[in-house]
């Protein structure tokens, strides 16, 4: 069991940091001429990153900004409640309210990686003509998958 909980707080913390990663880094599209990139703050070129996204005042990308960072808070509230709840409840309640937490953190990082893919990945509005996914928007769905996995997990091993 220790095994077990040790396992699946590596895993956790794995998923806050590749959040954390996924949110920053503007390498969400890439250009297939390896110009620059884009990510959900700014566009980078060879010269440089700037403040010259295209889409850059559009609701959706706004909406998938707070719903990243939505997901990073809601990770790292699972997570400090993952902690404070292995040492402090009885075993029957143990970690039902970290995977929930973390579960609604799931569905941030569904609605915010949703929201970019049908309106920015492969539509007219990206900056260069051929490109590919970038490492953010392929961490972005691991990360979907991980906290999905973890929380579930967490609901399961409240009743051991």
Known sequence: MLVLLASIFVVHIATVIMLFVSTIA??????DSGAGSVGLWKNCTIGGCGDNLSYAGEDALKAVQAFMILSIIFSVISLMVFVFQLFTMEKGNRFFLS??????????????????????????????????????????????????????????????
């Open 26 to 31: 503007n390498v969400w599209v890439v250009s």
């Open 99 to 160: 995977g929930a937490t973390l579960l609604v953190c799931w569905l941030c990082v569904m609605v915010g990686a949703s929201i970019y893919t049908h309106h920015y990945a492969n539509s007219s509005k990206n900056d260069y003509e051929k490109s590919h996914h970038g490492y953010s928007f392929i961490l972005t769905w691991i990360c979907f998958c991980f906290s999905f996995i973890v929380g579930i997990l967490y609901l399961v091993l409240r009743k051991k």
